[in-house]
Nanobody, 121 residues
Framework: VQLQASGGGLVQAGGSLRLSCAASGRTFRNYAMGWFRQAPGKEREFVATVNWYGKYYADSVKERFTISGDNAKNMVFLQMNNLTPEDTAVYYC?????????????????WGQGTQVTVSS
């Protein structure tokens, strides 16, 4: 299984970015797909996931970020609106070990290489 994340970049506060993750193999119907991020000097944290039960978000990104997917294309997206400097991080997409994987990074089996998102104030 290979995951390829893209779409990161430099954006001003209040701007938007759309991250994409291309996955080989089956994704949504059999496995949860998630986004995590890691800021410099901080631990990797959960951002959003779509699993068997639905879509879930970290409190810090609710109402601003939207996770979606295209099962036919084996892709998952993260639409990020109203970005703030606190959103600056490397963003990783991940495939869960099952369709029930949720907020814990330990429940994800495969990881993409990450894409840098930098939000300037």
């Amino acid at each position: 299984v290979q995951l390829q994340a893209s779409g990161g970049g430099l954006v001003q506060a209040g701007g938007s970015l759309r991250l994409s993750c291309a996955a080989s193999g089956r994704t949504f119907r059999n496995y949860a797909m998630g986004w995590f991020r890691q800021a410099p000097g901080k631990e990797r944290e959960f951002v959003a996931t779509v699993n068997w039960y639905g879509k879930y978000y970290a409190d810090s990104v609710k109402e601003r970020f939207t996770i979606s997917g295209d099962n036919a294309k084996n892709m998952v997206f993260l639409q990020m609106n109203n970005l703030t400097p606190e959103d600056t991080a490397v963003y990783y997409c991940a495939r869960g070990a099952s369709r029930y994987s949720s907020r814990s990074s330990g429940s994800y089996e495969y990881w993409g290489q990450g894409t840098q998102v930098t939000v300037s104030s």
